[in-house]
């Protein structure tokens, strides 16, 4: 019960704009440089060069996400392809991941796709792949909508599906004509049990299932989780299933299961870590803190010290 607790009190906390404002002024703090990779484009940089020395590949996410404003919006975009650059400058191994809420999602459809666009254009011409982060279930089907329209145009996109949405194996069978490169999560957000299953046991059923489903019809697959159940899972699927290690990579986020990390790669799979970066770091550290207390614990310690 305490865990539930903490949970709803972290996500909630996670959509304050007056709590997201003071974490902005006071900057990474109580703990948040351990999941967030500094407030610049250089920090981010040296991380992903540290990650690739490694032996691990990287995906840059320049943090943001609910924007208001058309001038928000297009900094945000402005912000990706700065990303982009730096990534084709400093040669390092990583793909950009993004949300389209931070690029004017909830002001039109249009000015989103507008600066999607743009931001793919660039990726293009650099040879770099975008990943379409999942968000709420409020914005679940026109991210759905929107990544078909720019698939049609890019072959360098593609987006998350989460797996304890009672709608997602649905989305697997639209998605299957686009062979999308899909990364594939349980999901963070807090949502209704109208839309989503409640019990993990179900989430954990679900998510086996659609990586099945994914991988055995051929497309690349992103398995991104921490759960070692669901990790030998897909080793087993692979093996049993003469599947190419080129096929997929596992993803986990910067800053968690580290020894797991390196251990994966030293076996030789291929993993991608995910490293967010810049000053709007609130949202995405509250769920971090919400999907794992240990992560709690760690900031209590941190804090206290």
Known sequence: MMEVLMRTMFQSLGKNHSMNKLAKKYGLRMGAARFVAGDSTESAIQTSKELNNSGKVVTLDHLGEFVFTEEEARLSTAMCIQTLEAIAESGVQSNLSLKMTSLGLDISKELCMENMRRILHTARMNNIFV????EDYLHCQISLDMYKELRKEFDNVGIVIQAYL??????MNDLHQYQANLRLV?????ESPEVSFPEKKDVDENYKKIIKMHLLNGHYTAVASHDEEMIQYTKRLVRENGISNDQFEFQMLYGICVELQDRLVKE????RVYVP???DWFGYFMRRLAER?????FVL?????
């Open 131 to 134: 990943r379409i982060d999942m």
């Open 166 to 171: 009672y709608r997602t194996e649905q989305d």
């Open 186 to 190: 349980k999901g963070a957000y807090k």
């Open 268 to 271: 030789g799979y291929k993993v």
């Open 277 to 279: 970066y810049g000053i």
């Open 293 to 297: 207390p240990a992560n709690v614990w």
């Open 301 to 305: 310690k941190n804090f206290a010290k």
